[in-house]
């Protein structure tokens, strides 16, 4: 039989494959004060899922567990079915369960947090790197790859969030947008599956959300799975899939955008858009 016709060779990388996020029954408190209380959350790849929610009501929490910056108290997350982080506390959970969830080692830790891109609030660039060398940074030194190729790739990631001309600036001399589409390129570098935004236009002035805005629209486009926390309803209402809108450590409803934004049925998610519209 004849060889089928090759692809045309595409001009940009597809996005990673994979990338499906589960959550189960994710618990944790500090101290006595219960923060997330059974999160359930289901992203599939290539699904943008927006979480909108009051100050204090666990968003940034639930990020955090997801990339093995907190451990659960109960519940697990798992990325293309790869547990992260499940509670240590196991009492109750059935054998066949035990034996799948074993203890993650070090190196399983580090992998997975490849797999995971963050952008935080406040950029958390190193300041004494220029910017081409924040996003050459953890390929580098977390991945091993070789630094030629890895710089070449951090030009092409530059261009792509709209700063091919500030490769050499320190983050200092960019504006608040700029340092921000460089932390956007540091967390593309690794390649990652998933990408997960804590607010990241909270700390920029009006005139520079779009920008920031822009870029994540067109990673949404190419198919990235994101994660992304905001107050930005217009964007939400344009990008997510799904919205979920969390209160007091629950999620209190989820659905389509369309739906949650536009008839939402919880009194709770009805006021929250009452306030931020
Ligand atoms: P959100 O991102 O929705 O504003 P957070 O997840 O940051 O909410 O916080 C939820 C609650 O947990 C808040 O009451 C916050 O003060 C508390 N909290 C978050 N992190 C810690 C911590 N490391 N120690 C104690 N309390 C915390
Ligand atoms: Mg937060």
């Known amino acids: ?35 997330l209380r059974g999160v359930d959350l289901e992203v599939r790849p290539g699904e943008v899922t927006v979480i909108l929610g ?30 992260i982080g499940y509670a240590r506390r196991r009492a109750g959970w059935g054998a066949r ?30 300041p004494h790197l ?32 709209g700063l091919a001309d500030k490769a050499d600036a320190r983050p200092r001399q960019l504006s608040g947008g700029q340092q921000q589409r460089v932390a956007i390129a540091r967390a593309l570098a690794v390649k990652p599956a998933l990408l997960l935004f804590d607010e990241p236009t909270s700390a920029l002035d009006p005139e520079l ?6 870029v994540i629209r067109d990673l949404a486009h190419d198919g990235t799975t994101l994660v992304v926390v905001t107050h930005e309803i ?9 919205v979920v809108f969390m209160d007091d450590g629950r999620v209190v409803e989820k659905g389509p955008a369309a739906q949650v934004l536009g008839s939402p049925a919880h009194p709770r998610t009805r006021a929250f858009l009452d306030k931020v519209r």
């Open 130 to 161: 220029t910017a081409l060398e924040n996003v050459v940074e953890a390929p580098v030194s977390a991945q091993g790859r070789p630094r030629a190729e890895v710089e070449a790739e951090a030009r092409a990631l530059l261009a792509r969030v």
């Open 54 to 83: 009051p100050s204090g009501s666990g968003k940034s929490t639930l990020l955090r567990l997801v990339n093995h910056l907190e451990r659960p108290d109960h519940g697990f997350a798992a990325l293309d079915g790869e547990v």
């Open 97 to 126: 369960r035990r034996e799948v969830l074993r203890e993650l080692t070090e190196r399983d830790v580090l992998r997975q947090r490849t797999r995971i891109g963050f952008v935080f609030q406040n950029f958390h660039l190193f």
């Open 1 to 35: 039989a004849a060889a089928p016709a090759a692809a045309p060779t595409p001009a940009t990388p597809a996005a990673p494959a994979g990338g499906h996020l589960r959550v189960r029954g994710l618990s944790k408190s500090y101290g006595t004060l219960e923060v």
């Open 234 to 242: 217009g964007f939400a209402r344009d990008v997510a899939d799904t």
């Open 209 to 214: 959300v779009g920008e920031v805005l822009g």
